[in-house]
């Protein structure tokens, strides 16, 4: 059967890279994200649960261990035979695109999960026409999200000014396509690490759901666990940490 997948994506080739991030137990994913979507989750023993673009399987080696039967996809084949490897728990994971998982069958998962990916995914509503496919009559979507008010790629920065540390906004209701280096301090070329990301704001994302039939159900923003170490701005710091969110958390289901 002929391959028809890219043959790699922004996340392809940044697999190694990624793998090493989620082992350090200081990451966002360990301290904000995973803590917090379990208990959002709250995953019933024998679930069925489908982890969208899971990457290395981070997460549904968290879900499986849980007691749900869990099923896992990315595009990036590098990813998945890395989520292969490390797998601890019976997992199936497949390679395929967002908006194919042909590898389901119609109305057979309870929950969907999709961690900090959407926003790495054009075709957003071809990926929730899909969803929709594959999800029972009271299934729902969990989507994890850096949050659109307050990060956005190059259209906000922190700031400050006066004793305050604040959040300074320049875009945020125009969509857009942004080129992101994720490390910023590296010289070698050979060692940059770059992937893309879609801005969207949350009528934007609002819009999506209502227009494929999904309706928001719960949302929650999570702050970040991070404290400044002493110095002028650790106060200001700290309290800007714990008003302003980083992530977004939303549970959408079918209508």
């Known amino acids: 059967m002929k391959n028809n997948l890219p043959k790699d994506t922004s996340w392809n080739s940044v697999a190694s890279w990624y793998d090493e991030l989620l082992k350090n137990d200081d990451s966002y994913q360990a301290k904000v994200v995973l803590p917090n979507l ?6 019933k023993k024998g679930e069925q649960v489908f982890d969208l673009a899971c990457g290395q399987g981070y997460f549904a080696n968290v879900f499986a261990h849980m007691g749900a039967n869990v099923v896992a996809s990315d595009l990036s084949k590098n990813l998945i035979e ?28 309870d929950t969907i999960v999709v961690v900090l990916a959407i926003q790495n995914i054009e075709n957003v509503g071809d990926v929730l026409i899909e969803c929709k496919r594959v999800l029972k009559k009271e299934g729902r979507i969990i989507l994890v999200i850096n949050h659109p008010a307050f990060r956005v790629p190059q259209g906000s920065d922190w700031n400050f000014l ?3 540390q604040s959040r300074i906004v320049s875009q945020y209701l125009s969509p857009s396509k942004i080129y992101i280096d994720m490390t910023p301090g590296e010289k070698n ?22 227009k494929n039939g999904f309706v928001i159900t719960r949302l929650e923003e999570w702050i970040s666990h991070k404290q400044s170490g002493s110095g002028p701005r650790q ?3 700290d309290k800007a940490r714990k008003e302003i969110p980083m992530f977004m958390c939303i549970e959408v289901k079918k209508i």
């Open 38 to 43: 379990i208990r959002f989750l709250d995953l």
């Open 189 to 210: 070329p050979k060692k940059k690490v770059k992937t893309i990301s879609f801005h969207r704001s949350l009528q934007d994302y609002v819009k999506l759901f209502s």
């Open 162 to 164: 006066n004793g305050v």
């Open 235 to 237: 106060i200001a710091e």
């Open 82 to 109: 890395t989520a292969k490897k490390n797998s601890k728990e019976k997992i199936n994971f497949y390679i395929s695109p967002a908006h194919k998982a042909s590898f389901l069958k119609d109305g057979t998962i």
